[in-house]
């Protein structure tokens, strides 16, 4: 067995020291990484980001890169040579390579594959004339030293790099668009990383504040109340432990996750249907919080789709506990009494188990802060503020929005039929200005 793997990041100096001595013996990646408990790879990077250059040949043969230097009859071409008839001929000067006009810069081609510096080669101190690259561990520690010390230094940004950094970030943070989001939608224009970024709003630097943030914000947690069940035997054979074990067996089917958002208590409210792998989002107004109200919505969508189409769409549902989803069968079945679709609950007290869900929910928050009477808003603008929600980029989607994602998988006549539309990066909106 190798050597158990060092879990610290950083080369100690010894380790650099070892790592030279070891080039010098010819030694492979694989070889040199097991003495200091590193990867190969490790070492690999280590070489190649401290190498150095070094014009210089070798003890019996000046420095000189031309690829002519061995078949080379010219002389006297440089004032070194004039002065020196001992060198009559350019291939023993150095100096002869920046005034002929035959010149050809050669490199060695050893230098293009492991260990990628000259160290180890045996032709370095005998009849090498090319340059020199070279791995120098006091070198490589200066630099390591120096880097670390810069990079704990704090921000190396000018004023106007700064001031350029404001005019486009902060008008988009007060829209309640995340760093991320900016950041992927502004590549050529956002030079810096994300945690830059938010060291510079935590200096105060920009216009924008940490308030501006929206994951600066937290809700108080929801009070528990009694609910109705219309169906109390619901979750026989629905619970979280089958729809595991369903998924197993239907690997392929995509899963749709349900749940509720309330605005004012006792006013309405907002069925919210979320496809996990495009974390696309659908939310739909209702006068009340019960149940028929959502068999009410699925029924539409039914209808307003085709019965394939609804199939493909809904083969899964994952909901909450709460009453308004306490009347499966009506959901899964159709006037018919064919089956649309199949419904399953998660674990009580535990929404992570629809995570995805919840997450999108708190896009929601920000357009409509919780307590809002969601009564004095239409449908229009609910599709309004899904439209902007699901243009939004993602990071765990490759930086592309749900709505490009769903618009791949299923195309853009069901998003028509959705009354969605793709809003331009820079136009998205997650705060309440949207819907006033």
């Not at 070489?47 to 230097?69: A, E, F, L, M, Q």
């Not at 291939?91 to 050669?106: E, F, H």
């Not at 009340?288 to 109200?293: A, F």
Request: charged share 25%; glycine share 4%.
């Amino acid at each position: 067995r190798g050597t158990a793997m060092n879990k610290n990041k950083h080369l100690l100096s010894d380790e650099r020291i070892r790592i030279e001595e070891l080039l010098k013996e010819g030694r492979s990646f694989k070889a040199i990484a097991n003495e200091p408990g590193k990867s190969p790879t490790t070492v690999s990077r280590e070489i190649r980001s401290h190498t150095i250059t070094k014009n210089v040949g070798s003890p019996s043969c000046p420095y000189n890169n031309c690829k002519h230097r061995f078949s080379c009859t010219s002389s006297f071409l440089c004032k070194e040579c004039g002065f020196r008839r001992f060198r009559s001929h350019c291939n023993q000067c150095k100096l002869c390579n920046s005034v002929c006009s035959r010149y050809v810069p050669d490199s060695c081609r050893l230098l293009g594959k492991p260990p990628y510096v000259c160290n180890g080669c045996p032709k370095r101190n005998r009849s090498c004339t090319l340059q020199k690259h070279l791995y120098d561990p006091v070198s490589a520690q200066k630099q390591y030293e120096e880097k670390l010390s810069e990079a704990r230094s704090g921000i190396s940004l000018t004023e106007d790099d700064i001031a350029h950094l404001n005019g486009i970030v902060s008008p988009l943070l007060k829209k309640k668009q995340s760093l991320h989001h900016i950041c992927v939608n502004h590549p050529d224009s956002v030079m810096v990383s994300e945690s830059t970024m938010y060291r510079l709003i935590d200096y105060g630097l920009f216009d924008a504040k940490n308030i501006d943030l929206p994951r600066k914000v937290r809700y108080a947690r929801r009070k528990r109340k009694k609910v109705y069940k219309v169906d109390k035997s619901c979750r026989l054979w629905r619970t979280y432990a089958d729809y595991q074990l369903y998924i197993r067996e239907h690997p392929d089917l995509p899963v749709t996750q349900i749940d509720s958002v309330e605005g004012r208590k006792g006013g309405k409210v907002l069925l919210t249907i979320h496809f996990v792998k495009a974390e696309f989002m659908l939310a739909y107004l209702r006068d009340h919080n019960d149940s028929q109200s959502v068999i009410d919505v699925f029924n539409h969508l039914y209808l307003e789709l085709r019965t394939d189409v609804f199939i493909e769409l809904f083969p899964v549902l994952l909901a909450d506990n709460g009453s308004e989803f306490s009347n499966p069968s009506a959901i899964e079945l159709d006037a018919q009494g064919n089956r649309r679709t199949t419904m399953f609950y998660c674990n009580a007290s535990a929404p992570y188990q629809k995570g995805s869900c919840e997450n999108n929910h708190e896009m929601i928050r920000r357009i409509i802060p919780k307590g809002t009477d969601l009564g004095q808003y239409s449908q229009e603008q609910i599709d309004l503020m899904m439209s902007h929600i699901n243009s939004y980029s993602r990071k765990r989607l490759g930086n592309k929005s749900p709505y490009e994602v769903f618009e791949f998988q299923y195309g853009k006549k069901i998003l028509d039929a959705f009354h969605l539309r793709k809003i331009p990066a820079d136009e998205i909106i997650l705060s309440p200005e949207l819907l006033k």
